[in-house]
């Protein structure tokens, strides 16, 4: 499905990561009640110090804005059937992209999220993709195996990001004298196309803009570079000022056509699913077109180096097994070449190959799997999966909301029927339900946001469905997190700016103090002069654009209404009441480490 | 169009003058782009704003990167800031004739004199433009200036650079921009990025990274018109049809060179309004020449009043004078206020 058909086209650079990281941990952020887990009093300022002394404990970024952009990024190559070519007019066309990174779980890693507003491939007046959002990108298959030799904080895994762009929003394809985009442009023409979906990996993740730091071969060493750069950012962050420490990747992407059916926020085709105890492996995609067989490996094989000399797993065989795991046909083979960092940089991970045409009609309904020449099996097909509509839900207290995930086989919309686990999981499955498929192919289940929390859901299609007790493996399972934020009892609350302050602001103030830049948090003049700018970027309405604020989208409704009726009030005097924060400090249980909260454990939880 | 006096250079000390002056020129042209930019209301113009906004932020880059050669040959880089209306840095100006830049609203002058300041040795005959704009060469653009510096630096032995000297980098901003100068070839990648950024290449108005480079981004502004591709013509571009969408009407209804402006009538919120932009813009300036004297992380505080100058300026552009129908702008007058300036 979807990108791995042509046309596509394919790019390539790198990304910054500026999240504010301290709402990560436990012990700084209560994402239960969406606050500041607070010390007795403690003003917002010395929390503000304790969050820049966490630093030489893996809190790397307390100065960040959350913007996450683009920069060396460029259009790489286009496939219009004919393999990757270099000599289209639209290759090495500049990729704008500009969002700002959330957490829908603060705790964990596997639920992130880049809101934005528009996506720009070229240039106003040149060839040009030009973008509107539809819907927020979405991470998916984050891939802990990935860059074993860059051993620092996150900086071994990569992860897929992937959104469409509806036509009916206001896609642009000015094709010009790029005979890829006037393909494309013809292509989208189609009445079952909606629009172009885009998928790009990011990997080999950067910190204090040092590759060095992540080199775990001499593990004293690695710590002591690491102190001293953690001691240096402190140094600056206590020296005031505007101290963002963005984090880099690597990335490649591919822009293809969104047709219906498909999934948006995470790849619908046919999922090979990285094998347990296999060579490091990800789990890879696969599309057959006619006697094409279309492989994207853009989160699959891993690197060995810091050099990113990607693992030579040497010929690996793309195999059509049956029902019982017997093979019944071979489909045809990739060698090194095929798959090594050259290619990986040149397609984005993209591997196509020529089938014979039996051998394609056996695979139409075949597991597919990927195999070495030694008999290791890296990955192999699940032909049913179900995959949420909204992959990450937000919810306030008291509302219900109904989850819908869509059941594919081979990359396909199932009919009626299908039965569907449903596997609620937070650090280990705790409730399941089973539902079956309606005649569009989804399930559909209520999502009842009774407290403040975050949850998964994992979805196990089919009869003999196993519940993976350990929670969530995204490598192998799909999942929708729902955050609800709670009631903090707001409403009865008088709009005194005291109570705005130490019982909204506080959190935004103490926690992102790039937010000082913008709006004083803690001025009550400032914010009331700016009540209706701050209407605007609170509303709800609103909520998928690069200026939502807060950024990481907790603003619980009580606390917006306290804000509303304070803004609606008479001007304040202006004073600075920071020194009038006091609360508690809300504790954190300790956790058992689980299989499933390893990507709470990347951020230190 | 801006033109640098030819000089030969054959020492050092020529390169550290001829560097010198390039940082004063990519400092000076900030404040007149500045107050072209926040002249335009929020919300209006998205356009224009955002054309001119890209601008000013490469023109930051080039001034780091500048300051970076001069510090890794062993120069120690002065910002001087200029005053308006009045000329750059160096002995610019075109046709001999020293060019005064003066701070205007949003407006065709504006764009003009942006235009002028970023001209190309040859200007790419593009339909519109051709009528409107010539060009007579007598002594130096941006472009052939820092080619000449870049064919003296090429001769420098190894030693000549200094490794990690009071460098600024990307860590912090400008991802992909800055980067430290150590060797010629740093120094040969950072002059081609400035000159392509500011002209483009020599047939066509693309930068190194296939962007439009400035002198057509204030081009498309200054004709309301998106330059735009025309496969199979002469020139390769045209000006328009697609209209950029400027509403010169949208503009704060500004006066031009507020330094040359009396305050002392104004009403006391006017007034108010300058003293923040003053203070905000003297902290800026001490803390850039701090950070590019050997502390960057004083980068970060610079930027921070960066922030405190634009919700000055905000200010400022909003309100109004003596004169009820117009409304003041910042002077951008260095007046050092803090212990710590150092100029």
Not at chain 1, 243 to 258: F, I, K, M
Not at chain 1, 387 to 394: G, Q, S
């Amino acid at each position: 499905m979807s990108v791995l058909e042509t046309p596509h086209i394919l790019f390539r650079g790198k990304v910054a990561w500026d999240p504010i990281t301290t709402n990560n941990y436990s012990t700084m952020y209560d994402e239960a009640t969406a606050s500041w887990a607070q010390i007795p009093a403690e003003t917002a300022q010395g929390f503000r110090d304790e969050a820049i002394t966490a630093v030489e404990n893996g809190n790397w970024n307390p100065g960040g804005t959350h913007r996450s952009s683009f920069f060396d990024t460029q259009i790489s190559g286009v496939d219009t059937g004919g393999g990757v070519a270099t000599v289209d007019p639209f290759v090495g066309a500049p990729v704008g992209f500009q969002g700002m990174l959330v957490d829908c779980e603060p705790y964990g890693a596997f639920s992130s999220q880049l809101f934005f507003d528009t996506l720009s491939l070229g240039i106003a007046g040149g060839c040009r993709i030009y973008a509107p959002r539809t819907t927020r990108f979405t991470a998916r298959y984050i891939n802990f195996r990935r860059n074993g030799a860059n051993r620092m904080i996150a900086g071994v895994a990569s992860v897929i990001w992937q959104t469409a762009f509806a036509k009916t929003d206001g896609l642009q394809i000015d094709a010009f004298d790029s005979p890829a985009l006037q393909a494309l442009a013809t292509a989208i023409e189609d009445p079952d196309v909606l629009g172009l979906t885009v998928r790009w990996n990011s990997y080999f993740t950067v910190y204090y803009d040092d590759p060095t730091l992540g080199d775990a071969s001499d593990p004293v060493r690695q710590k002591q570079r690491q102190a001293a750069s953690a001691a240096a950012l402190q140094s600056k962050l206590r020296g005031g000022g505007f101290q963002p420490n963005p984090a880099r990747s690597d990335v490649v992407g591919v822009v293809g056509l969104w047709r219906k059916g498909e999934p948006i926020h995470e790849p619908g085709d046919r999922a090979l699913l990285s094998s347990e105890g296999a060579t490091a492996f990800g789990t890879a995609f696969a599309r057959i077109d006619g006697d094409t067989l279309t492989l994207d490996l853009g989160n699959s094989v891993s690197e060995v180096d810091q050099a990113l000399t990607k693992q030579d797993l040497g010929s690996i065989d793309v195999v059509a097994l049956d029902s019982d795991g017997k093979d019944l046909a071979t489909l045809g083979s990739l060698t090194y070449a095929d798959y090594d960092q050259a290619a990986y940089e040149s397609a984005s991970g993209l591997v196509t190959l020529k089938l014979d045409p039996a051998a394609a009609k056996i695979a139409a309904d075949a597991d597919l799997c990927l195999r070495q020449s030694n008999g290791t099996v890296l990955a192999t097909e699940a032909a049913l999966r179900a995959i949420p509509l909204v992959p990450n839900l937000y919810l306030d207290q008291g509302d219900t909301a109904t989850a819908v995930a869509q059941v594919y086989a081979r990359g396909v919309p199932v009919g009626a029927g299908v039965p569907v686990t449903i596997a609620a999981s937070a650090s280990s499955v705790t409730v399941t339900s089973v539902s079956q498929t309606d005649a569009n192919g989804q399930v559909s289940f209520d999502v009842i946001g009774s407290q403040g929390q975050v949850n998964g859901f994992v979805f196990v299609p089919g009869a003999d469905a196993v519940v993976p007790v350990g929670g969530i493996d995204p490598q192998v399972t799909t999942y929708m997190y729902a955050r609800t934020l709670p009631d903090n009892g707001l409403d009865q609350a008088p709009a005194t700016w005291a109570n705005v302050y130490n019982a909204v602001l506080i959190n935004w103030y103490a926690m992102a103090p790039c937010m000082d830049n913008w709006l004083r948090l803690d001025d009550p003049a400032q914010v009331h002069a700016y009540g209706p700018m701050l209407k605007t970027l609170t509303d709800p309405v609103n909520f998928e654009l690069f200026r939502y604020m807060p950024v990481v989208r907790d603003m619980t409704a009580d606390s917006r209404r306290l804000l509303y009726r304070f803004l609606d009030g008479p001007a304040p005097g202006a004073m600075k009441v920071a020194a009038m924060a006091t609360a508690t400090l809300v504790a954190e249980p300790e956790h058992e480490p689980t299989n499933a909260e390893l990507s709470r454990a990347m951020r230190g939880n | 169009m801006i033109r640098l006096q030819a000089r030969p250079l054959e020492t050092l000390q020529d390169a550290y003058d001829l560097l010198q002056t390039a940082i004063g020129v990519e400092f000076g042209t900030l404040p007149p782009y500045l107050y072209a930019l926040f002249s335009i209301p929020p919300g209006k113009n998205p356009a224009a704003g955002a054309r001119i906004r890209s601008v000013m932020l490469q023109e930051m880059v080039h001034m780091c990167l500048a300051c970076n050669i001069l510090n890794a040959l062993g120069g120690a880089p002065k910002l001087t800031p200029p005053t308006y209306p009045g000329p750059l840095p160096g002995d610019i100006g075109p046709h001999g004739t020293p060019l005064d830049i003066h701070l205007l609203p949003l407006s065709r002058d504006a764009m003009q004199q942006a235009m002028k300041i970023e001209e190309p040795e040859k200007v790419p005959d593009f339909p519109v433009l051709k009528a409107s704009l010539a060009a007579g060469p007598q002594a130096m653009t941006i472009g052939q200036f820092y080619t000449m510096l870049d064919a003296y630096l090429a001769t420098l032995p190894p030693a000549a650079w200094h490794v990690d000297r009071n460098q600024i980098t990307d860590s912090q901003f400008f991802a992909g921009q800055i980067f430290a100068v150590n060797s010629y070839a740093d120094a040969n990648l950072a002059i081609t990025q400035i000159i392509s950024e500011g002209e483009g290449a020599p047939d066509n108005p693309l930068d190194f990274q296939n962007d439009i480079a400035h002198f057509y981004r204030f081009g498309e502004v200054f004709y309301d018109r998106v330059l735009t591709k025309a496969p199979g013509t002469e020139t390769g571009y045209t000006w328009g049809p697609e209209p950029l969408g400027v509403d010169w009407d949208a503009v704060y209804p500004a006066i031009s060179d507020p330094g040359e402006h009396d305050f002392s009538n104004d009403p006391p919120e006017a007034q108010a309004a300058q003293a923040a932009c003053d203070a905000a813009y003297a902290e800026m300036v001490d803390e850039l020449q701090r950070a590019i004297s050997g502390e960057p992380g004083r980068m970060g505080n610079a930027a921070q009043a960066m922030f405190d100058l634009r919700m000055a300026m905000l200010v400022a552009f909003r309100s109004p004078l003596a004169d009820p129908t117009k409304v003041s702008g910042p002077t951008f007058l260095y007046k050092p206020t803090t212990e710590g300036a150092v100029l």
